[in-house]
DNA sequence: AACTAATTGACAGTCACTGTCATAAACAAC
DNA sequence: GTTGTTTATGACAGTGACTGTCAATTAGTT
């Protein structure tokens, strides 16, 4: 008479888990917002958290992870994926991009601003970024060849999705004495003009 | 009476600081390739160019600094305002690049392709190469405007510069399972393709 | 030769991160 | 329920990168 559901219910283990991963992230975010990334010890975290120093990176291999971990570009490659073939790759990766972003919940794009922030802001975690960059440049070059019908390994292809990680980092990264102007237009906004321009032929 | 070169000399000093600097490097590079680079500690490099601990960090800030410290990018950028003033950005940069490639000695090339070979492989240094690109993004887009006669935190100037640094990443990247191919080619001649094929509009 | 400023080494300390082991809780069978 | 198995957890000890301070040395200067 069990009849439980077999794929619906995560079982309370993985329930709990998955409590325990959101305190950490939660806790963690919440006191680099308050006093810094720097100045946050791990075990500031763990103790804020109710969970011990060796917990969390069994939770996240390293501190920097807390922030890193977006699963966003999976969301953004379903668009990718959901875009009229006769597109161009790069018009075809900003309309999935904008698709991506709007469906987005507002307590989402807030975490997504605060992870963004920090990534741009803390040294540690900005170079960090670069191996997301460089899967991400993976991930969209894999779903641009399915899309095409080539290989995902071809020249081409990755040479695309690498112009697009570029100038998506061209538009994210701060600048010299930019921080008065970024903080002016959306960042999204920036990213969808970036994209408009690769479109157009980089014209100057 | 004195009337020392005034410039010239660099003075004893100076020299002697150079000589250190360089013997740290160089027994590092060893270190990493006959050990590896996490298997390599500080102490172990200062003890083998017979310096303190403490003075290695007075030289480089950190362990991944004694790889990440290339200044071929100011050749590139020396390069770049020399290509004459109607090619477009793209085309210039690939000259440019051709020619600072083509400027290198043997030993130099060998040093680049040794430090580059470590920023592929070891995921620290290739995350920490990300702030060196974002910092290429912006000698290239200063280089661009100063020859555009535009603002350097000029939108279009920077995605460009963005664009450029993309490809090239593209390029150089390890791939998933890419190893052999990159083998087979040379990692200049895939830039110069890359920077070629953007400049062409990326078509696929 | 004497004075000043820079370079260095020794030392102690912090913190991210790793590995191991024993305990406790969740799941699966009976 | 009661058992046995798996899995999450915490306590602990250790490594290594990096920081700060202080005293001794050494190069440059008068």
């Given at each position: 008479m069990k009849e439980a559901p077999a794929v619906q219910r995560p079982g309370l283990r993985e329930r709990k888990k998955a409590r325990t991963r959101a305190a950490i992230r939660e806790h963690a975010l919440r006191l680099f917002r308050e006093q810094g990334y720097d100045a946050t010890t791990v075990d500031q975290i763990a103790e804020a958290a109710d969970v011990s120093p060796s917990t969390f990176f069994r939770y996240?291999?390293?501190?920097?992870d807390v922030v890193l971990l977006d699963e966003f570009d999976v969301l953004a490659v379903g668009a990718f994926e959901a875009q009229?073939?006769?597109?161009s790759p790069v018009a075809a990766f900003r309309a999935a991009a904008r698709a991506a972003f709007s469906s987005l919940g507002e307590d989402e794009l807030a975490r997504l601003r605060e992870t963004a922030e920090l990534t741009l802001t803390v040294p540690e975690i900005r170079a960090r970024a670069m191996d997301e960059f460089a899967r991400t440049i993976g991930v969209i070059a894999q779903a641009a060849a399915r899309r095409s019908g080539?290989?995902?390994?071809d020249f081409a292809v990755r040479n695309v999705a690498g112009a697009i990680v570029g100038v998506i980092m061209a538009a994210t990264m701060p600048w010299s004495d930019w921080a008065e102007e970024a903080a002016g237009s959306d960042m999204l906004d920036r990213i969808d003009a970036a994209l408009a321009h690769l479109e157009a032929g980089l014209p100057l």
């Open positions: 996240f291999p390293t501190k920097e009229s073939a006769d597109l080539r290989d995902p390994n």
